[in-house]
């Protein structure tokens, strides 16, 4: 077992957010740039500039198995950035880059999950060792710089070069001074990770104090005195000021010297010089001659660009992105719940009953009006885009391929569609199980059954996400054999799982009858399990979420799972009704409509169960009085309020002694000593503070119908 290194615990969550972004960003590039079955320079450059700073962040935490592993991968990349055409076959260097962020991922889940700050550490030996051969088997081809060179200047390079302070600006070097923001402690290791990100883009680099890795203490140097960095550029100076100004931490810098003007004008070429200098009249005596001009409009623009930043953030120095820890967001969202269940208490206070308060009521509208923006802003905050989730199941699709030998294009649409951060955190593993089985049983193992279908060899899986009316609907689509009804049917019956007799089962009811626990279409568990397999478990997933899931499949032309989730889980819009002496909220994302009865609407099936007429259409009714019990005198449909609500494929209409109104409440879970009482699975998700101080229940229609 390892341990985390004393002192260091405060920066974990900034090393795991830094590096998982980092890893996020390496896994995007692979994908993309496997699909072009090659790399260019930026691309290379990139991964190494990724590998780089994770090795310097590892080290600096102190996990040493990290660190060598991106030490070893940013040796083989080296190679191929001093000559990229060394690369004949890519395809072992994605398979070996993947094998590297696989393993990062799993060594960062291990701390991440320590409970007092020990962990297992894993032995990468294996993955290094095949990271060193193919960098050997590389550097046959080529007579660029060896990686280990590059090594003896990589990690330690800035450390050997910063024995001095920053000389003067006399050689064509460039010496500025950057200040970290307040508060933001371990200064002298934010410096450090400063110097590994700039340091690629510099010939020389030095800087003061020159012992930021190893002693803490200079901390206070830099705080009083800033971090003087001294650089020559392989560019231009540009590059690296910004590069400076966009770094985590840094609050502003200052150019303390920049090329003399002499050395630079030696450095020039002498075609470049005018055959003889014109005076400039009414000149001061004592003004410095101009730098060159490529010198000086790179240190200009840096200079304005840093200056308008500051302008347009009244005098602020940089950043407009922050990282805020989630459990903050949470202690924030639900002060705001709060604050909206107060001002309703309010509002609606029953000692204001009957009363002119005119200056009252303009002040209440204002509180509202604030209130609706407050929360408006904190839900916006809280919203993430999907993109993160959709790339996870893209390398999901990308390693399947490759076991499974199918040729498969993943299209992905919408994944910018934003829903809050916890329900985002809810749908990897749904999604990923979908996707797992429209790979492995959706599309057709062999290319010839597609060709005879009419098909195309290459298959398509496809993902997408939208915004309706206050959901996201997320789809998970092939266009391989699709489900068999038939095949469906003749497995539940030999598990005996049907409910009614199989003449009276619909299409849409077969297929979704793989959502059952248990049931599976497969003979034998695969690795990736069967359709069918676990599906009840995607199935409570996202009905955890307040979500359904629908199949609709067709065979041989695909099946779509469709999934809808509501952008939120803690604010709902709902519509109270009354039943007895009970208010319960109904969320408005399911009801369809509202309407009195007629008698003349009014059936019965062959069970004698009450049916509705709608428009040529017969639903079922369902009295809330008798589901749970309730004493009411409204028992007449004629006298009562009808909800046709629909989920999950299904409708019913709810019938309710009469409607209060729309409202917008603040969703509260059960006192856990009710969980033993089960009754969640009674169609209930939670309940709400009313603006009397009294509970409403908020109805779950999935499970109210299902």
Do not use: W
């Not at 101009?290 to 200009?300: H, I, L, N, R």
């Not at 369809?592 to 040529?616: H, P, V, W």
């Not at 609500?645 to 006192?671: H, M, W, Y």
């Amino acid at each position: 077992m390892a341990k985390i290194e004393p002192g260091m615990e405060a920066m974990l969550d900034m090393y795991f957010y830094e590096t998982n972004s980092l890893l996020e960003q390496l896994d995007e590039i692979l994908l993309r740039t496997e699909q072009a079955n090659s790399f260019d320079s930026e691309d290379i450059k990139e991964i190494f500039r990724i590998m780089h700073t994770i090795k310097g962040s590892s080290a600096m935490m102190g996990f040493e198995n990290l660190s060598v592993l991106a030490h070893k991968a940013e040796d083989m990349f080296f190679v191929i950035r001093e000559n990229p055409d060394v690369i004949t076959d890519v395809s072992f260097v994605y398979d070996l880059v993947f094998q590297v962020s696989d393993s990062y991922k799993a060594q960062i889940e291990l701390i991440q999950n320590n409970t007092d700050g020990e962990y297992e550490q894993l032995d990468f030996s294996e993955l290094i060792d095949k990271l060193l051969k193919a960098r050997d088997a590389l550097l046959g081809e080529t007579k660029g710089e060896a990686p280990a060179a590059a090594a003896e200047t990589a990690p330690g390079a800035a450390s050997a070069t910063a024995a001095s302070a920053p000389a003067a600006s006399d050689n064509g070097s460039t010496t500025v001074r950057v200040f970290f923001e307040d508060g933001c402690q371990m200064e002298n290791l934010r410096a450090f990770l400063l110097i590994n990100t700039i340091k690629e883009a510099c010939k020389t680099l030095e800087y003061t104090p020159a012992d930021v890795e190893t002693n803490s203490d200079s901390s206070k140097e830099i705080i009083d005195k800033g971090f003087l960095i001294t650089f020559t550029p392989h560019d231009s100076v540009d590059e690296v000021l910004n590069a400076i100004a966009s770094a985590l931490n840094v609050q502003s810098y200052e150019i303390v010297s920049q090329p003399a003007p002499a050395q630079a004008a030696e450095e020039a070429p002498k075609t470049e010089l005018p055959p003889e200098p014109k005076p400039v009249a009414e000149a001061p005596a004592a003004a410095p001659a101009p730098a060159p001009a490529k010198e000086q409009s790179a240190v200009e623009k840096a200079k304005e660009a840093v200056e308008k930043v500051q302008q347009a953030a009244g005098g602020a120095q940089k950043q407009s992105l922050i990282s805020v820890n989630l459990a903050k967001l949470d202690a924030l969202h639900d002060i705001v719940g709060e604050i909206i269940t107060t001002e309703s208490m309010v509002i609606s206070n029953p000692d204001l009953e009957g009363l002119e308060l005119e200056s009252f009521n303009k002040a209440a509208r204002q509180l509202k009006k604030l209130t609706s923006e407050l929360q408006d802003t904190v839900m916006s905050i809280r919203m993430v885009p999907l993109a993160g989730v959709f790339q996870k199941m893209n390398r999901i699709v990308r390693d399947m391929k490759k076991k499974l030998n199918k040729d498969v294009e993943f299209v992905m649409e919408g994944e910018e569609t934003e829903v809050d951060k916890s329900i985002v955190d809810s749908l990897q593993d749904p999604l990923m199980h979908l996707v797992r089985n429209c790979m492995d049983h959706g599309i057709e193992e062999h290319p010839e059954e597609r060709t005879a279908a009419g098909k195309p060899e290459k298959g398509t899986l496809k993902l997408t996400a939208q915004n309706s009316s206050g959901e996201v609907i997320i789809t998970v689509s092939d266009d391989g054999g699709g489900i068999d009804p038939e095949k469906i049917m003749a497995k539940a019956r030999r598990q005996g799982i049907l409910t009614k007799p199989e003449s009276e089962y619909t299409v849409k009811e077969i297929q979704n009858l793989i959502l059952l626990p248990g049931f599976s279409t497969n003979e034998q568990v695969t690795e990736f399990s069967g359709r069918g397999v676990g599906m009840d478990v995607v199935k409570a997933n996202v009905e955890k979420c307040g979500g359904s899931i629908i199949v609709d499949s067709k065979k041989g032309a695909g099946t779509t799972f469709i999934i809808k989730i509501p952008l939120t889980l803690a604010i709902i819009d709902g519509m109270e009704v009354t039943v007895g002496d009970l208010v319960f909220t109904v969320p408005i994302s399911t009801i369809r409509e509202s309407f009195k009865a007629e008698s003349s609407q009014i059936l019965r099936d062959t069970s004698n169960n009450e049916m509705i007429m709608i428009r040529g259409v017969c639903y079922p009714i369902l009295r809330m009085h008798e589901k749970f019990g309730i004493d009411t005198e409204v028992t007449d449909l004629e006298e009562g309020i009808l909800l046709l609500v629909e989920t999950d494929n299904k409708s019913v209409c709810i019938f309710a002694d009469r409607l209060i109104g729309e409202q917008q409440v603040v969703v509260k879970p059960f006192p856990a000593y009710l969980n033993k009482y089960n009754i969640k699975d009674q169609g209930l998700s939670g309940c709400t503070i009313m603006g009397d101080g009294s509970i409403s229940l908020i109805i779950d229609t999935n499970t109210l119908i299902g």
